[in-house]
């Protein structure tokens, strides 16, 4: 069984698409976050959510819309999908504060999106 | 906010040599330091951690060692193996509840046999 799942895992589309990646944990976590990976591999936050309420949002442009409808998903969608945007997306997950959280990360596969 | 930067960008060593990775951060509240290691095209994956009241951490064939005061963290693999090859980032955050973890720019390791 996966534990953070992503999909889709490739993603290629035009400059001004609006697109959407979803993501799914399994691990009973209340924490979801949403990360960025660019070409030169640099990994910047860009969403946290505890719980279905946000808690981090890096100054991210608001194209980027996330949603979690429950804690066991976090959705990310794209407005008018810029060069810009093209990365590998990674969805994240962690048990949440309390004395059980050893502070780990569980990263999904990453949904590797390319504007052309 | 939080910076940490991470050198060298690129590490080669030859199968049984030791490897060392640095990394400094700025904020003297983070308390939290881990170290996550990414094989080419996969996820990053916890390796180690450390947290700020312990100034050395081992386990097997790699350690995690902390300079709270001059804000400076390593990573050291001994006896260096092919599959070590990876990309391995270092992290800082003040709180492991809700993470915020802030992730250096990364160092591409490469082991030779």
């Known amino acids: 069984d996966t534990a953070v799942s992503q999909t889709p895992k490739y993603l290629v589309t035009q400059m001004g698409n609006d697109k959407s990646i979803k993501c799914e944990q399994n691990?009973?976590?209340?924490?979801m976050y949403w990360y960025k990976q660019d070409s030169k591999k640099f990994l910047k936050i860009m969403f946290s959510?505890?719980?279905?309420?946000?808690?981090i949002n890096e100054t991210v442009p608001n194209r980027f819309s996330p949603k979690s409808p429950d804690k066991a998903h976090l959705n990310l969608h794209i407005n008018s999908l810029e060069l810009g945007d093209s990365a590998v997306y990674f969805c994240?997950?962690?048990?949440?504060?309390?004395?059980?959280?050893?502070?780990?990360?569980?990263f999904g596969e990453g949904s590797r999106l390319t504007v052309l | 906010g939080e910076n940490v930067e991470q050198h060298p960008s690129t590490l080669s060593v030859q199968e049984g040599d030791s490897a060392v990775i640095k990394c400094t951060y700025s904020d003297s509240a983070s308390n939290y330091f881990p170290w996550y290691k990414q094989e080419l095209g996969k996820r990053p994956q916890l390796i180690i951690d450390?947290?700020?009241?312990?100034g050395e951490k081992k386990d097997q064939r790699i350690a995690v060692t902390l300079n709270k005061t001059a804000k400076h963290f390593s990573l050291h693999i001994t006896e260096t193996q092919p599959e070590d090859s990876a990309v391995y980032f270092c992290?800082?955050?003040?709180?492991?509840?809700?993470?915020?973890?802030?992730f250096g720019t990364g160092t591409r390791l490469l082991v030779s046999p």
């Open positions: 959510y505890n719980n279905k309420e946000l808690i």
């Open positions: 691990l009973g976590h209340d924490t």
């Open positions: 994240a997950s962690s048990p949440g504060a309390g004395g059980m959280n050893t502070g780990e990360l569980f």
């Open positions: 992290a800082a955050s003040w709180d492991t509840g809700f993470q915020k973890l802030v």
């Open positions: 450390i947290r700020s009241n312990v």
